[in-house]
Every structure is written in structure tokens, then in C-alpha cells.
């Protein structure tokens, strides 16, 4: 799974050397527009649907930076590699795309959730954060743990710290959206300002689905 990650971006691929001396592979999708989107990938990986997405992202306008933890770290495509990610040096990467000096945006997707909300909450703690414009989050994970049917959730504790614009976007065929007023809730309470974008006919991880229907592509 890891060689297939890397072989799903093969051009634009850049090792980028951080303020502490540590590496981390990115991959840059140009774009003349005033606006980066940096992408923190989830347990999925690197896939070629969020390669397709970045193309389209850059071809739009908005230039896009893909972390790439797994390979520089050589960690499995999994959940439990998100654990072992520091995110010192994603807020070093946030740096990095400052010096663009275009208007940064933060995004991620599923369990990469966390991770997100984390490196951004101690970025902002260190930082000016007037040039961090807020993040774009797909089918975001919110919870400690998947709640049961009829059971209340319990919110990741960086949830009520965060205070960011967030545009969430969910699925409607995803058991994420039968809480997502709840969960806009939750990050309100930390004084995020958030934005819901409902996906009519979608399900989650539509955009790197290997069965994706026509709605989906």
C-alpha cells in the first residue's frame, strides 16, 4: 500500500526541509491564485482520487500542497500511523507555505481530522494567525471513538479549543451527517465560525472510491 501511495503522485514530488532539520516529502501543485490549500492526508493515505482532486484544485486556481508522512517516514497507510506523525512538523510545513506568502488554508479528511485540528491549534498558539485562513474538512472525524446508535459522542478535546473557520464537508450517505449539527455545535462552542456543505447522493471517501458511482466521480 505504501509503494502504491507514492506511485499515485509521480511528478511535482518535493523533499522539504524543515526549521528543525527534519525532512518531509510534499507534493506542489502550482497555481497563480493568492490562495494554498495544504492538505494533511488521513489513515487513506495518498491516493490517486486525492491526486485527481489536487490537479483540479491547482487547475482552479488555488495552489495545493499534499503532505506525504508515509512515504518520508515509511509508515503503513493505517490509522495507528497517524499516531506517530509530530505535529511540530506540520506546523513547521504551515511555515513553509507562509513564505508563499498567499492566504493558507488547512485541509484533511476523515480521521486525519485530529491531526488537523491539533497542528492548527498550536500553530495559532505560536503565531500570528491572520494569514491561516481556516480548514476544509471531508467527512470529518470528530470522536474519541465511533458513538453507538442512541448513544451520546464524545468530542476529541482539541473540539472545544479550536477556533478556526471551518467548512465541513459531509456525505449525506454517511453516518457522520446524522450528527453533524451536533458536532457544528461542539466546534462552535470553542468559537470556530462553521460551514456545512451537505454532498446530496455521496458517500464518505467518495472522491477515492475503487466503486464510485456517477454522483461520486
Known amino acids: 500500500m ?62 495545493t500542497w499534499v503532505a506525504d508522512p508515509f512515504s518520508t517516514w515509511f509508515l503503513a497507510t493505517a490509522p495507528s500511523s497517524l499516531d506517530r506523525i509530530d505535529i511540530a512538523d506540520y ?29 492548527a491549534y498550536n500553530w495559532q498558539a505560536k503565531k500570528e494567525a491572520t494569514r491561516l485562513g481556516g480548514a476544509v474538512i471531508i467527512s470529518p472525524n470528530l470522536y474519541t471513538e465511533t458513538p453507538g446508535s442512541g448513544k451520546e459522542a464524545e468530542y476529541l478535546p482539541v473540539v472545544d479549543s479550536t477556533s478556526l473557520p471551518l467548512l465541513l464537508i459531509v456525505p449525506r450517505k454517511s453516518t457522520g451527517f446524522l450528527r453533524i449539527k451536533e458536532s457544528q455545535e461542539a ?8 460551514y ?11 472522491f477515492f472510491r475503487n466503486d464510485a458511482i456517477d454522483i461520486e466521480i
Do not use: C
Open 91 to 119: 506546523q513547521q510545513l504551515i511555515d513553509q507555505a507562509m513564505l508563499t506568502e498567499k492566504k493558507v488554508f488547512l485541509a484533511s479528511n476523515d480521521r486525519g481530522t485530529s491531526l488537523l485540528l491539533e497542528t
Open 187 to 194: 466546534l462552535a462552542r470553542g468559537g470556530s465560525i462553521v
Open 2 to 63: 505504501l509503494f502504491a501511495s507514492a506511485a499515485a503522485f509521480p511528478s511535482d514530488r518535493q523533499t522539504v526541509t524543515l526549521a528543525n532539520g527534519n525532512e518531509l516529502d510534499v507534493v506542489k501543485y502550482p497555481a497563480a491564485g493568492d490562495e494554498l490549500l495544504l492538505w494533511l492526508p488521513s489513515e487513506h493515505g495518498l491516493t490517486s482520487g486525492l491526486d485527481e482532486l489536487a490537479k483540479a484544485l491547482s487547475t482552479n486556481g488555488t495552489e
Open 196 to 206: 456545512i456543505q451537505p454532498l446530496q447522493g455521496v458517500r464518505d471517501r467518495f
